[in-house]
């Protein structure tokens, strides 16, 4: 099996592609600059492509798909992964870069990417596109996080969407990973004191994260949940008896 995953250079995504490469598949991957690639190239074991592209331009979504083609025939799995944060400001106080950039990247390279995979995987008429969730994909929203949170929300909404506009492929789907609070750059870089509180009881890091993920994912799973309401009652509860030593 071939998967294909943007952002893979770093955090999230770097531990998917560690992960099914363990299992014997091939993954290609993305970064933003070449030193990038070399660097999370660095103890990689098994069959992977890393290639330079900005999700932000179509060209380069092009570019990527085709070279990941041309090395492995075919993308079996794609994951839409690559995506930024907001710096922790009232919408009032955004520059204008910090909102497009976020856009830019956490929507429009998702849905771009969403096509430019769809578009092959029609051709050989199988294939699973996953989405990247985080804070705000079910509809909660927390004041500071808004542009991220509305990006986010839009993708459940697009995801669940664009199946509706596969019923006439039946093995082609677009599915949701939802990774939960996981100790990346992404979620830490600008957190608030009283939202690491949180984040301090129910963060994961990625080795414990990623498995998960990726065996789902291997099974044929859609939407993939690792932070569950049950996990999160765990959490809490463990966290009381922390406080008490």
Known sequence: MHVFITG??????????????????????????????????????GDFLGLVCDVRNYDDLVKAKELAINKFECIDIWINNAGIGQAYKDVSDLTESEIKDVININVNGMIMGTSIALTEMKKQNHGTIYNMEGLGSDGRVIPKTLIYGSSKRLLRYFS????????????????????????????????????MKIINILGNSVEEVTPFLVEKMISGKKNINWLTNRKVMYKFFISLFKKKK
Not at 166 to 192: A, C, Q, Y
């Open 160 to 195: 669940k969407g664009i199946n509706k506009e596969l019923k006439g492929f039946k093995e082609i789907n677009v599915g949701t990973l939802s990774p939960g609070m996981v100790f990346t750059d992404l979620l830490l870089k600008d957190s608030s004191p009283e939202s």
């Open 8 to 45: 893979g250079s770093k955090g999230i995504g770097r531990g998917m592609v560690v992960e099914f490469l363990k299992r014997g598949h091939s993954v290609s991957f993305t970064g933003t600059s070449d030193d990038s690639i070399k660097k999370s190239s660095i103890d990689l074991k």
